[in-house]
């Protein structure tokens, strides 16, 4: 019999460790090792009661949580009561603990404050009939919620639960998450698949995944969410669409999760029947009025809404002659009464500015376009300000705007969707960047610390609210963006908003543990890869305040070293041929280092005391400018690029001696995504340090750019079929040049001239998204392999996004053979080749 049940045992864990699809993320509730579990001994420390006090969909839900989280981890039913009549786990808000076990919780044992909880355990005594009382009480149903999800991550952690006392209040009282989703089901800047709340112009029939989704933001304490896209269709404050957004709001309500309505400003007129959208028109503030109302007496606890006004394109108070104020007073005064808040987004700039004018600076916009109206919003409104001057680019100063208003309510928009920062094909912790911003004391008062954090939490100028808001764009994928190492993201936007003082480490931590498991070697490495991974990315994108380098008025991911320049989108670097960097100080440039206060903008002002991360975001200087460390900024360019490109294939290798430890498939998936990462960074390395050798004319001190030991570039290769081509931008491709194929087969031969051995060899080519060709490669004429490029990458050109890689290893090579790739192209995609690559095999 024993060994029938070991058997049994050995044929479960590995399906449990071979089968996870990341749906869970953080909440996998993995069961606990038996030394582990063995800290949690029922009845004495862990209850096997939970009593429930309140009815509360959030408290319900709790209770659900807590059944679930046990089960999972300690493999045991907990039995659920509703009324209190011993020892147990007791779930309820303060006020209810109370009432039913007033001697338990005389009143003056403290308070709690919105959403906040308090874990506290009583020793077996005479209350508890003899048994142990563990409560989870919240200062609100949803305090529960969230007292329960930090019960069960203390258990999945490991930690103690036998003598607690814990009281936490979260920092601030906005922490929302924003949705870019579109209602035909696609989503701006979603890397993790199809909308989970909206298809065909409707809520999706399965609303599943949106509950799944609650799960996970409330396990992080966050309480609200925008579900449509800033870019607002208007049809959503149409009367036959308001079912739609009951659906959604009934599916995130039982995790307390509130749901927020993107709008558009110019609605009154296109939707609404007027014919002006002026704000300050008696027709307008009752529609606004009308509005709102009738929305709330659909969904009672309605967020409020999100406004994107005046910017790239979108309609907003300038075309009517009326202020931000003017705007968002009369939108905000409508949803009052109900308790909405109104989050009118800073985000607001010319997208057509002329490049030639020296004062043109698009940084400027937000703290030019608010600063004068400082105290003239309503007491519901929020400035949603990002948490850089431009647009979430790879590395910005903080926003000046956050220690400008003072009057007026703010929250910080933090970007959790990868835009900028690989789209969830690159793995890049954004937690480090983000509190680099959270912790930056703007200086905002005199003699006092004033971080972003405690600006924007309304701590600084004692406003009534504020918080954080995170771009999620979470999608229909099982790993909701596309990739695992990605929900760190999202995990570390929760924390954060919830307590920003929590550190990096200490919330990477979390989640691997979490995540993964706590094998000592697979937290260690998981860790390390996250929290270097934000500055490995800015090292072989755009080190120093360049911003990312991307293609800006594309796609956004590949390598476009001048999309951003000579254009109106204000994206500017300015390289030429003596110097890069945008001048933006007072004395000489755009006067953006004057908007922060002034011992900040004393700081930005000078080359001298500018932060090198920053410097080329804050000057223009020439490229032998040293650095403080002694490094001239070419030389750090050159330097930085390789030592990105070099920390990725080190992801690779550490990864890869995680086999067996993390289940199969997250293993697989992370392992391709960090292998096609490296080959991308080798694109980003490449072509970023030949734009500026090209462009200064300064040599790599270390003689590495331009210079490729066992690359063989396609276009000298002898080709049959294949056409030599340039392309666009150049650096996207080694050598400027690539070749393709306009027929059915072509074939790229190179001749072998090195000793004989076995080599690894990399064949650099191209994946467009609108075909599938096919590759075949054969060394003395044995087809060593063969594949199909079917990757789904953002471009259907051959440029640095579509240049993908594959490495064939081991292979053996004598003097003289012929190393022939066939390409046969499919659809619209051409077999497109860059160059190969032989290297000694390890
Ligand atoms: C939703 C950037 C993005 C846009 C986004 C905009 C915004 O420009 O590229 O997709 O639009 O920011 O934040 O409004």
Redesign the pocket.
Known sequence: MFRKVCLVALLLVPALLHAESGLDAWLRYAPLKQGVAGRYPSPNVMPGIVVTLGTEAPIQSAREELVRGIRGMLNRELRTVSSFEGGGIVIGTLAQIRAAAPDLLPAGTGNIGADGFWLKTFKPGPRGNGLPILIVAGGNDRGVLYGTFALLRKIALGESITDLDQKETPYSSIRWVNH?ENLDGSI??GYGGRSIFWENGKAREDLSRVSDYGRLLASLGINGTSIN???ADARVLSPEFLPQIVRVAEALRPWGVKVALSVDFGSPRSVGGLTTFDPLDPGVITYWKNKADEIYRAVPDLGGFVL?AD??GRVGPSAVGRTHADAANVVARALKPHGGFFFY?G?VYDNRMDWRNPKNDRARAADDNFRSLDGKFDDNVFIQIKNGPI?FQVREPASPLFGTLEKTNQVIELQITQ?YMGQGRHTVFLVPMWKEVLDFDMRARPGMTTPVKALVAGKTFGRTAGGMIGVSNVGLDESWFGNHMSQANLYGFGRLAWNPNLSSKQIVDEWTRLTFGDDPKVVETVNSIQLSSWRTYENYTGPLGLQTLTDIVGN?YGLAVEASERNGWGQWHFADAKGVGMERSVATGTGFAGQYRPEVAKMYESVASTPDDLLLFFHHVPYTQKLKSGKTVIQFIYDSHYEGADAVVKYVNDWKALKGRVDDRRYSEVLAQLEYQAGQSIVWRDGVANYFFKMSGIADAKGRVGNYPGRFEAESATLTGYAVRDVAPPEGASGEKAVDCASASCTAMFKYSGESGRRNLTVRYFDVNNGAAKFRVKVAGQLVEEWTATDRVPTRRIDSASSARRIIEGVMLRPGDEIQIEGIPEGSETAGLDYIEIQPAN
């Open positions: 870019w701006e800047r896209n800033v870019n994107k910017s790239e987004r985000f647009d835009e956004h």
